[in-house]
């Protein structure tokens, strides 16, 4: 028996905003220390993945590891029908081909199951190398989906330098050129404002727009953003959900030949 | 310019 509570439904309405452009569908791995998922996108360049720890749950009750594969714009289809404000809860039988979603608003007085079929997805889970990165700079979220937004206008790839003094953004292309710099704050009155860069040596790279756009749809989760970059490998874009866990996106960059 | 990257040649399978 699987079941999952949580009072706060608008979380996995988010989550499921930030994967269903990179995925079609995923495979939700359900255990007891909470539901895990990681998939690379349909050209193999992202790989997305998602912790949701159990008691970060209002309720959480995993007896036995569940596999849950999941065609995402039919559950987003689902979300959908669920309120902001309603509470969510995720059953499903040992071995089920079906997960059942049950919204409850916050009176009790309407209550909504929604089942939907399983699939048998072929998983292959990637090994992801512990790295100590050379550059781990935390913004703004909004800042950062503004940014790779903005210069998407002029070329398909963004270059991220990332120096002591700052990190730059840029991108060029028949238009023109665009630069975006952006200093570590020094005095700011809430935390979520602060651009702050720990640096052991400078990095540039570069990635392609399409992908940096895609991970911005987790923006709703989080009001910091985190990038990790170390020459040659690739850029982790993390988002943390609030006190349940986190979203990362890993990139591959774009190399000279 | 320079050429795109797939993810699993940096990560690994089992």
Known sequence: M?????????????????????????????????????????SH????????????????????????????????????????????????????????????SQNQEKVMDYEMKLMNLDQEHLGIPETDYSCVIKLPSQEFARIVRDLSQFGESVVISCTKEGIKF???????????????????????????????????????CRYLNSFAKATPLSPQVQLSMSADVPLVVEYKIGDIG???????????? | DPKQTKISKFFTSP
């Open chain 1, 2 to 42: 699987f079941e999952a509570r949580l009072v706060q439904s608008s979380i996995l309405k988010k989550v499921l905003e930030a994967i269903k452009e990179l995925l079609n569908e995923a495979t939700f791995d359900c255990s007891d220390s909470g539901i895990q998922l990681q998939a690379m996108d349909n």
């Open chain 1, 246 to 257: 986190h979203i990362r996106y890993y990139l591959a960059p774009k190399i000279e030949d």
């Open chain 1, 170 to 208: 840029s991108a060029g292309g028949d238009i023109g050129n665009a630069n975006i710099k952006l200093a570590q704050t020094s005095n700011v009155d809430k935390d979520e404002d602060a651009v702050t860069i720990e640096m052991q040596e400078p990095v540039s790279l570069t990635f392609a």
């Open chain 1, 45 to 104: 360049v992202s790989l997305v993945s998602l912790n949701l720890r159990s008691d970060g749950f209002d309720k959480y009750r995993c007896d036995r590891n569940l596999s849950m594969g999941i065609n995402l714009a039919s559950m987003s289809k689902i979300m959908k029908c669920a309120g902001n404000d309603d509470v969510l809860t995720m059953k499903a039988q040992d071995n089920a081909d079906l997960v059942t979603f049950m919204f409850e």
